[in-house]
């Protein structure tokens, strides 16, 4: 059994953070209705191109992403009568979840107070560009603008003297960190709801979201009073630790080695590189001889692991005692062994999905199917909410569903 089945979300919203949130949900057992515009849904189900991949016909990642193991409702909330209908899933759902700004909420009818009229133990999520209080709370934005540039990832990440900033690595980056938080939150509300019967309004941002991936940055930033900077192009690393930096193999890719403590991993390392003469080089005697000498460690590292290919290295590192990575790509990364087998990619219809990070009892959430089609459960929906077909006909005439 999922971690919650039986409980019902109601998510209005689009794009790629707050859908995401909803994605997790869903993952986790919950039965997620999609409120989607009446005629055009979700504008994130127009997106073909992203970056330089354009996407021909479906399925589309794009939407199967922060979508999958929804249903799909087609509703227009700015018609009585859609917003009846709205109503009438708010009392029966356990969480609503919804990315508009305040302006939009109220316009629509769907603020706090108004879902909490219908139901006043609904758990009421809300994910937002710049938070809910400031100035600026009535501003919209994305994750490029809220979560990249403005809490300091952008800047941090750009060597100096580098034309314009790094861009984020991949389309909704801080969007799903964002969403899962927020998944994660509305989970921690649904707790406390069962354990004391009190609900709560929860907030997520996308610069909130930021400011805490760069936590740790930011706080030895304040406290020492300058901004954290990003290495040169190229740098190896650490200018005190030859085990933890990047270093090219013969092919052309990275390996990272992130060995904290030099000292007690550098034999080891000597050994599986075929330099056992390193291991006994007074240079490198001790942890404080090796910071001292990094520079020659490096240079020496550089030139012996530049001999061999990536795939030769991760044959004999497969041995290693200290931590190393290869450096891959999001095409090496579906070939990855231990991603396959902790089923960090899931199956959901023609695809292949990022599977959402939380496991219970050792077990993958795998999607409960692809995303649905716009509107493709109206009717459906409809009929649970104990509406007849002449009362489902009435609504599509009036054009309040679709």
Not at 57 to 62: A, T, V
Not at 302 to 319: C, I, N, S, Y
Request: glycine letters at 10%.
């Amino acid at each position: 059994m999922r971690p919650l089945e039986g409980i019902r979300v109601l998510e209005v919203a689009m794009y790629g953070f707050v859908p995401s949130a909803g994605a997790v949900l869903a993952d986790w057992g919950a039965d997620v209705i999609k409120v989607e515009h009446a005629v055009n849904g979700d504008p994130q189900r127009g997106l073909r191109r992203t970056g330089t991949f354009v996407v021909e016909g479906d399925p589309n990642p794009n939407v199967e992403h922060a979508n999958r193991g929804k249903r799909s409702l087609g509703l227009d909330i700015s018609k009585t009568e859609g917003r009846e209908v709205l109503y009438d899933l708010a009392r029966r759902a356990d969480v609503f979840l919804t990315s508009f700004l305040p302006g939009h909420r109220e316009r629509f009818g769907i603020d706090v107070d108004d879902i909490r009229a219908v139901n006043p133990d609904i758990v009421y999520a809300r994910g937002s560009a710049l938070g809910p209080r400031g100035p600026e709370a009535v501003k919209g934005g994305y994750d490029m603008t809220a979560f990249w540039c403005r809490a300091g990832t952008a800047a941090s990440i750009t060597p100096a003297g580098s034309e314009g900033l790094i861009n984020p690595p991949g389309p909704a980056y801080g969007d799903t960190i964002s969403g899962t938080n927020l998944a994660g939150g509305i989970a921690a509300a649904l707790l406390r709801r069962e354990r004391t019967g009190e609900t709560s309004v929860v907030d997520v941002s996308l610069l909130g979201s930021g400011v805490w991936a760069m936590g740790h940055a930011t706080a030895l930033s304040l406290h020492l009073g300058r901004p954290w900077a990003a290495p040169p192009a190229g740098a190896h690393g650490s200018p005190a630790n030859p085990l933890s930096g990047l270093y090219v193999t013969s092919d052309g890719h990275h390996l990272a080695f992130v060995m904290m403590q030099p000292g007690k991993f550098w034999a080891d390392v000597c050994h599986h590189i075929d330099r056992p003469d390193l291991a006994e080089d007074p240079r490198f005697a001790t942890a404080d001889l090796i910071a001292a000498n990094t520079e020659q460690a490096v240079k020496i590292l550089r030139e012996v692991l530049a001999g061999r290919t990536l795939a030769d290295w991760t044959k004999r590192f497969a041995t290693l005692a200290g931590p190393w990575a290869p450096v891959q790509n999001t095409l090496q990364v579906g070939e990855d062994a231990q991603v396959r087998a902790n089923e960090y990619l899931v199956t959901a219809g023609e695809l292949q999905l990022a599977a959402s990070p939380v496991q219970f009892d050792v077990t993958t959430p795998v999607p409960l199917g692809p995303a649905p089609e716009f509107a493709a459960q109206t009717e459906e929906i409809l009929l649970e909410l104990g509406l007849d077909w002449a009362r489902i006909l009435e609504l599509k005439e009036a054009g309040a569903v679709t």
